[in-house]
């Protein structure tokens, strides 16, 4: 059976896999704490990396190279950018873009891709979108930017028109990124904790816990149509 390695950016993203996961063992590794175990009898390794792109990447790295896994998922929260996007959806990255970014640097550097933009695997695309018929949460499926910071009301539409995205957060293409240059599949599922008429980072504040409690549950039943 495939081993999924798990990808939060908090603790309090990681938390509600934890409640619901077996963990057999418990590995430190760069200043991070990697839980190994079961969900739904599917091994996995779960983590939290810490908010912004780097520590996604060196978590991502981490899951790949010393733990072995078959697929990473990036679960947890975002900000809503596009004004179909209601407070507590949830966002299955079909792709992933840095907002933040020149896109040439991927195209005409290494990793040299044909696009800027991070595409998300097909296999898990496609139970995401067998779960999302019977699921209990609205579940949306498009883009996700990622940057280095909040981004407020005034970016927000600035960040929508350029790529074409539902959400915003700090961390989804850096792992993306990882996966795509060790030819790791890599899905997203995000919850929303703020939109365009909220104040980002108090409504982050507000309703991380409660958008990280849908995002896992969201993500352990896409899960669950790996058994």
């Not at 418990?26 to 190994?36: D, H, P, T």
């Amino acid at each position: 059976m495939k081993r999924i390695g798990i990808l939060c950016a908090s603790d309090t993203e990681l938390t509600p896999f934890l409640k619901c996961m077996r963990v057999c063992q418990i590995r430190e590794k760069a200043m991070l704490r990697f839980y190994e175990g079961t969900i739904y009898q599917i091994p996995v390794v779960a983590v939290y990396s810490g908010v912004c792109k780097v520590n996604a990447a060196i978590a991502a790295e981490l899951l790949i190279e010393d733990f072995s896994v078959d697929a990473v998922i990036n679960a947890g929260t975002a900000g809503g950018i596009d004004p179909n996007v209601r407070l507590f959806d949830t966002i299955i990255a079909e792709r992933s873009v840095y907002h933040d970014t020149a896109g040439d640097i991927l195209t005409e550097f290494h990793p040299w891709m044909p696009s800027s933009s991070f595409p998300s695997d097909g296999e898990l695309l496609s139970k995401g979108r067998k779960y999302a018929e019977t699921s209990k949460y609205p579940v949306l499926f498009g883009t996700i930017a990622t940057g280095e910071r909040f981004i407020e009301n005034e970016d927000r539409d600035r960040i929508r028109r350029a790529y074409s995205s539902l959400a915003v957060d700090m961390e989804t293409a850096a792992a993306a990124h990882v996966c795509y240059v060790n030819g790791v599949p890599f899905l997203a599922v995000r919850s929303i904790t703020d939109t365009g008429g909220d104040d980002g980072e108090a409504a982050f504040e507000k309703n991380c816990e409660r958008a990280s409690e849908i995002a896992a549950e969201v993500t352990m039943g896409l899960l669950r149509e790996w058994i």
